[in-house]
C-alpha cells in the first residue's frame, strides 16, 4: 500500500514512550510505531461506533453484545454496520 509523509508534533513524554516501543524491537521504526497505534485506535472507533448504531436498533440487542465483545478482525465496522442496518429496515 502507498503511504504518505507527514508531520506530526508529540509532546515528550509521548515520543519516550513511542521510542521505547522502537528500542524494545517492538517495531522497527517510530514510524511504524504510530503507525500502529493510529491503526488500533481508528478501528477501536469504528467498532465503537459499531456498537452504538446497533443501540440504535432494540431488536438487536443480542448482536450488540456479540459485536462489541467480538475481536474487531471479524468483520469491518461498515461491514457489520451496513448489515446491521438492512436487518432493522427489513423488520420495519
Not at 522497527?28 to 465503537?48: D, F, G, N, T, Y
Not at 432494540?58 to 471479524?74: D, S, T
Request: overall charge positive; charged content about 30%.
Amino acid at each position: 500500500m502507498a503511504k504518505t509523509k507527514v508531520a506530526v508534533t508529540l509532546d515528550s513524554q509521548t515520543l519516550r514512550r513511542v521510542d521505547r516501543l522502537a528500542r524494545d524491537a517492538r517495531y522497527p521504526s517510530r514510524s511504524q510505531a504510530i503507525e500502529a497505534a493510529v491503526a488500533a485506535h481508528l478501528e477501536r472507533l469504528e467498532h465503537r461506533r459499531l456498537a452504538d448504531e446497533c443501540a440504535k436498533h432494540a431488536p438487536f440487542a443480542v448482536a450488540r453484545q456479540v459485536l462489541a465483545e467480538a475481536p474487531p478482525h471479524v468483520l469491518t465496522a461498515d461491514e457489520a454496520a451496513d448489515i446491521i442496518v438492512a436487518a432493522a429496515r427489513r423488520r420495519a
